[in-house]
């Protein structure tokens, strides 16, 4: 078992950035390929980004492409998400997510295993 708990989250204007959080505890970090997910009021949760075991693949959902960058540091148990450039359509709780026993990270919710409580980010216009 893995607990996640992810941070950083906050209010940020039009074009600021953030940098996301996501802590793990238990199990080995490296053995889980982890994702990035955000639900806007309204609507389905969305796949944002996702990284493989080691970090040497790494995933992007179209809408965040170019402007958000996921990382992971195995030693520290953290993945971080990068947001920059960010606009009011990134609002969102942004959670992140982790799956045992893949080689390619996934884009479903569904396959991920391991959630943690989520963490809001608000972008003003």
């Known amino acids: 078992q893995v607990q996640l708990v992810e941070s950083g989250g906050g209010l940020v204007q039009t074009g600021g950035s953030l940098r996301l959080s996501c802590a793990a505890s238990?199990?080995?970090?490296?053995?889980?390929?982890v994702g990035w997910f955000r639900q806007a009021p309204g609507k389905e949760r969305e796949f944002v980004a996702a990284?493989?075991?080691?970090?040497?693949?790494?995933y992007y959902a179209d809408s965040v492409k170019g402007r958000f960058t996921i990382s992971r540091d195995n030693a520290k148990n953290l993945v971080y998400l990068q947001m920059r450039t960010l606009k009011p359509e990134d609002t969102a709780v942004y959670y992140c997510a982790a799956e045992t026993d893949s080689l390619v990270p996934s884009t479903r919710d569904y396959d991920y295993d391991y959630w943690g409580q989520g963490t809001q980010v608000t972008v003003s216009s």
């Open positions: 238990g199990r080995t970090y490296s053995t889980y390929s």
């Open positions: 990284i493989s075991r080691g970090g040497g693949g790494k």
